[in-house]
């Protein structure tokens, strides 16, 4: 079975340039995660999804972070104008369910902000 | 508000030995789970083992179980027979009825030959 996908792996940019990642999840898999780790920090949780539905987005700075998921599969993340504080590994996981389901991470997308 | 604490920045164990890692939780939610992940320096997050908040025995996994103990919340992870391969970050994290999960700062194991 295949994992999780993500890319690019790294991206490097300058501030206030954009920048986007995708992922592709766990096929079955109806829940899809975007997590935030900064260096030295355990990851937060960004935004989720159950199939194209957002549940929660309460950590995502909206004002310059984005995500979709149109059909309920693959999804992106887009952050419009990137700052330096956004340099960070951002991984994405996805899951069977929401809640009390192990979660499968990718590789994770490393983004340096100069 | 969930909150995960993991007080241990680092710990060092040598090979073929036990180690415990430490994790407290604070939640409110009567139904959660608890999780622990392993993250090596190449980065990508792997699913160690879960523990569910009614479950009345201790999860195992192969060399990897979880001491929880509801009354303290508290859910450690203990390896045995550590391996060189063991070396790596490891994340306490819970889940709860607002599905979010929530990790911790994490703890960095070095297993010494």
């Known amino acids: 079975e295949a994992g999780v996908a993500q890319s690019p792996r790294y991206k490097i940019i300058e501030k206030r340039q954009s920048v986007a990642f995708w992922c592709n999840p766990i096929s079955g898999h109806a829940t899809l995660y975007w997590y935030q780790q900064i260096l030295g920090q355990g990851p937060k949780l960004l935004i989720q999804f159950q199939n194209n539905g957002v549940v929660d987005d309460s950590q995502l700075p909206k004002d310059r972070f984005s995500a979709e998921r149109l059909k309920g599969v693959d999804s992106t993340l887009k952050i419009q104008p990137a700052k330096l504080e956004d340099s960070a590994v951002y991984l994405c996981?996805?899951?069977?369910?929401?809640?009390?389901?192990?979660?499968?991470f990718g590789p994770g997308t490393r983004l340096t902000v100069t | 508000a969930q909150k995960i604490t993991q007080t241990q920045p680092g710990m060092f164990v040598q090979e073929k030995e036990a180690v415990t890692l430490d994790c407290t939780y604070d939640?409110?939610?009567?139904?959660?789970?608890l999780f622990w992940y392993k993250q090596p320096s190449s980065g990508e997050m792997i699913f160690l083992i879960y523990?569910?908040?009614?479950?009345?025995q201790n999860a195992t996994e192969g060399r990897y179980s979880l001491n929880f103990q509801k009354a303290r919340k508290s859910a450690n992870l203990v390896i045995s027979a550590s391996q060189l391969g063991d070396s790596a970050m490891y994340f306490c994290a819970m889940s709860g009825n607002n599905n979010d999960m929530r990790f911790g700062a994490g703890t960095r194991l070095t297993v010494k030959p």
């Open positions: 523990q569910g908040s009614y479950d009345e």
């Open positions: 996981a996805s899951s069977l369910g929401q809640g009390l389901y192990e979660q499968y």
């Open positions: 939640t409110s939610d009567q139904s959660y789970g």
